[in-house]
């Protein structure tokens, strides 16, 4: 299965995992999987695509069958919902500490990861809205 090396190393490219150190290729797997069963069910595409999300397996493969407009739909559905947990976490522990004239202000961790949010889920959404009405995001 294609997806698995290239659709993991797509999605670690968006969120900056370049390292591998954050998330498991095996996680990530688990992630696209719900990513793509979710954009599978937002539009129509050229192939039927089965997705279970418990075996985690996309059939056919998209990135095989060379099917660009899923794969970088997944890949970028998969990203906002990593970052969008990302946020979610750091928000837990955003905070600030004073003592005296010292500081630890962890807050803009939060913010910068949700700059991040709002930029790759748009983009999900632009790329989704573009593929609805032109059947195609080639170009982008």
């Known amino acids: 299965m294609?997806?698995?090396t290239d659709l993991v190393l797509f999605v670690r490219t968006l969120?900056?995992?370049l390292d591998s150190a954050k998330?498991?290729?095996s996680r990530l797997q688990q992630i696209i999987a719900v990513a793509a069963y979710k954009v599978n069910d937002q539009a129509d595409f050229n192939n039927a695509y089965t997705v279970d999300m418990?075996?985690?397996t996309i059939s056919p493969d998209p990135v095989t069958d060379g099917d660009t407009d899923f794969t970088v739909l997944t890949a970028?559905?998969?990203a906002c919902i990593?970052?969008?947990s990302e946020v979610k976490t750091n928000a837990a522990n955003s905070i600030l500490l004073r003592d005296g004239p010292s500081a630890i202000d962890l807050r803009t961790?939060?913010?910068n990861l949700n700059v991040l949010y709002q930029d790759l889920c748009g983009k999900?959404?632009?790329l989704m809205t573009l593929y609805k009405t032109t059947n195609s995001i080639h170009g982008q």
Request: net charge negative; aromatic share 12%; glycine share 8%.
């Open 109 to 111: 961790i939060t913010a």
């Open 15 to 17: 969120i900056g995992d």
């Open 54 to 56: 418990s075996a985690v």
């Open 124 to 126: 999900s959404e632009d």
């Open 76 to 78: 970028y559905q998969a």
């Open 23 to 25: 998330y498991a290729d």
């Open 82 to 84: 990593i970052v969008g």
């Open 2 to 4: 294609a997806w698995t």
